[in-house]
């Protein structure tokens, strides 16, 4: 198993991925889902409101819709949720609020100060033509660990060690994370649904 | 000074209330507001997306926009935000979805593992006529306390002790926390306003 793309993207789903723009302000899950495909993808930096709920599929699916109104053109909406298992699954979808708040040693120190460390990363992707909707769903389990590890990566992932690993997202490099990462596993649940 | 509006609410201030439906799904803050007001008010239960926003002024503001866009008519919004030491702020605005993930037991507990109870109890509203947007806002101090105590109020009213208080605000009853609780304070702000 590669941690891209296998050389043989569908040329269905290819020609697909090639018409939508990725919607985000995040240039990290740009970077990202770049080296996860194997080729460039579009890009559209627009500042899309995001409803408030703790249901992902809700948010992405909600902001999928503004992104197609306000471009017209097909779209892919990258929703991330960090589910912490000591707060029964919260922050979920609003983990940027708390990684703004506490930074990534903050969300960390709370699940350990709740003496329970587990998590799971859950990466949504959804493609929206206007008409049909694709989702792609990745998920890692893990646990929270601190100190904070490691000089890749963005956002939890200097805390975040996947299940049966020694090292964090941050630590494990490109290949590595991309390969049992959940952003890595939704785009290729992504192409496997396109194809 | 009394818990609830002084009996001589200047009468610009309550014909601009009388016209002006609040709009929640939460019985509570209407029943809450209604007794700090001394009078009816005027109710529309309709289903409001929520934008994500660790911003309380722009929950509400945007909030406002969207319920007077599908009513028509002037609109009151009732945000609440409550602000953990422990977390810088967090969960803020996005307060209810940490209470349906743990209950208030819950969220007294993470503030009580970071070794910090300290909470602001914070309640902002808005009255939006198509035209001009009129704040009201209160705020009370205080810590998250365990276990939970009382049988009064809603939400984190059972594990919030206000700053000089002995009684959580579900234990000092409705006079009690309407004179202190960052509700009453923002109807009573609200009303200074439109006076």
Known sequence: MTATMPSATPSSARRRLDRAALVTGNLDKLAEAERICGFS???????????????LAEVAREKALEAWRRLQQPVII???????????????????????????????????ALADSGASAVCLLVLYDGRDMVFGQGRTEGRLVLPARGAGGFGFDTVFEPEG????FAELGDTGKDEIGHRG???RALVAELA
Chains 1, 2 share one sequence.
Do not use: C, Y
């Not at 890009?43 to 703790?54: M, R, V």
């Not at 949720?81 to 040693?105: H, Q, R, Y």
């Open 78 to 112: 990258d929703e991330t949720s960090l589910e912490l298992a000591a707060l029964n699954g919260f922050p979920g979808p609003l983990v940027k609020f708390m990684l703004d708040a506490v930074g990534p040693e903050g969300i960390a120190g709370t699940a350990a």
């Open 41 to 55: 993808l579009r890009h559209e930096e627009i500042d899309l409101p995001e409803i408030q709920s703790s249901d």
């Open 165 to 168: 690993e020694i090292l964090t």
């Open 185 to 187: 596993r939704a785009w």
